[in-house]
């Protein structure tokens, strides 16, 4: 599983896809610089005007309704269903979800378009899975991801698509298989919005279009991994986000061989 990984990380840097990111305020700065160090190309388009276009000439798409407006939800719906249309593979992070009507609804039509992964904490996926239930507290989860683990599969079953949770412990589940990542630090949690993060990566990888379970594990075990790394260098949150960048961008394949802990499972 960690060749497979390297492999990818390899291709990815090789590739250097364009990802079309519909991101929240908080971490617009943050994702572009992640997936740059990472090896991939940004691109932050917001106008329902041009979002179409836009996702006609990336290599993936995330969606990440953070700081969702009225206008922004159209974007949203718009470039989902246009990615939906062409085949290109798309992200949805669910940030806040069960938080109010306005959010939930918004959500239940990104899913008509059947992302291709979907990724989120524990309560966020409960939510999603479960309109009638309540969110976390605010975008933080108040629940453990193995809480979430039964709901990430409802949500696998209902649309088809890769279902991350972000936690202790991070899980994938796919239709045949799921995995659990078991790197990352504590620390993580006091910078904002590296699960914004961790979908970015996500989406970097789902370019390849190949395995979107494999490439949904790689980018969940790549920025786990790169959390845990920087965090051992850092004195605090401030460090651990720019050592993220650098350890992003020099990550090797040794580390990666000596230092990353993924258990796969057949159904």
């Not at 078991?182 to 989406?203: D, F």
Request: charged share 15%; aromatic share 6%.
């Amino acid at each position: 599983m960690e060749q497979q990984i390297i492999q990818r990380l390899q291709q990815l840097r090789a590739q250097a896809p364009l990802v079309h990111n519909i991101t929240n305020f908080v971490v617009m700065n943050n994702t572009a610089n992640a997936l740059l160090a990472l090896g991939a190309s940004p691109v932050m388009v917001h106008s329902p005007h041009e979002v179409k276009e836009v996702v006609n000439i990336s290599n993936a798409l995330l969606i990440n309704i953070g700081t969702l407006s009225e206008e922004w939800a159209l974007s949203m719906c718009a470039a989902a269903e246009e990615a939906n249309r062409i085949g290109c593979p798309w992200i949805l992070d669910p940030v806040g979800a069960g938080i109010s009507a306005f959010r939930n609804e918004v959500l239940q039509e990104l899913l008509r378009y059947r992302p291709t992964v979907i990724r989120g904490n524990a309560s966020e996926i409960i939510a999603l899975s479960n309109f009638a239930s309540a969110g976390g507290k605010g975008v933080d989860s108040t629940a453990d991801s193995a809480d979430a683990a039964t709901f990430g599969r409802q949500l696998q079953e209902a649309y088809g698509a890769q279902v991350c949770i972000s936690g202790e412990v991070d899980y994938i589940i796919g239709e045949q298989q799921s995995a659990t990542v078991h790197n990352g630090s504590v620390m993580m949690t006091k910078v904002t919005g590296l699960g914004c993060t961790a979908s970015a990566i996500i989406a970097a990888f789902i370019a390849q279009r190949e395995d979107p379970f494999l490439e949904a594990l790689a980018g969940v075990s790549i920025c786990s991994l790169a959390g845990e790394l920087a965090a051992r260098q850092s004195s605090g949150p401030g460090s651990l986000q720019l050592n993220l960048y650098d350890t992003l961008y020099n990550l090797s394949e040794e580390e990666i061989n000596i230092h990353l802990k993924v258990k796969a499972y057949a159904y």
